[in-house]
């Protein structure tokens, strides 16, 4: 009889462990993934270009009731701040900004068949991890050719977005 209860007894904590362990998996995955997007946009880098690193199982996020609120109270670069106010919990946890280097990106949404113009981009730092093709480097090579598909403010410039020469009949602005 006191072996039963013993195997139940180890068996309800086991599922407890099990459960408390997997909610803590997936409250990692949420919060790597708010870290990954708050310091995307901060730092105006790509999101696979940020590392977030989230320590080992000794780190414990409680549930929290409202959105936790990602900020970078420092001016390293490396650390991220989570702050949950009820429960009251507030974390701190390490980024990695990937090498970036210039790119040339997309300021507004554009239309397949619009001719570049240089007011249409900006210079700015980017993770080097982007695989949508060949980066423009000079932004020479690509003004005055249209593009080949629509693009979303943002996107890096590739030379695979544009057409080799000009048509007559394409568009010189968004309709």
């Not at 409680?62 to 949950?84: A, N």
């Not at 060949?134 to 695979?160: F, M």
């Amino acid at each position: 009889m006191q072996i039963q209860v013993v195997a139940i007894l180890l068996a309800f904590f086991a599922t407890s462990f099990a459960n408390a362990r997997d909610a803590q998996v997936e409250l990692k995955k949420d919060i790597l993934l708010q870290v990954q997007s708050a310091a995307a946009k901060h730092f105006k880098v790509e999101a696979g270009s940020v590392e977030v690193n989230l320590g080992d199982r000794r780190l414990v996020i409680p549930q929290c009731i409202q959105t936790m609120t990602v900020t970078f109270p420092f001016d390293d670069r490396s650390t991220s701040r989570i702050d949950c106010l009820e429960p009251k919990w507030t974390g701190y946890i390490q980024i990695k900004l990937q090498r970036e280097q210039p790119a040339f990106l997309f300021q507004r949404e554009l239309p397949k068949g619009y001719v570049l113009t240089r007011g249409d981009v900006i210079r700015r730092l980017a993770g080097t991890n982007y695989e949508g093709g060949t980066r423009v480097v000079s932004i020479s090579d690509v003004l005055n050719k249209p593009l080949l598909t629509d693009v979303a403010p943002g996107t890096v410039l590739v030379y695979e977005q544009f057409a080799a020469k000009r048509d007559k009949d394409e568009t010189t602005a968004p309709i």
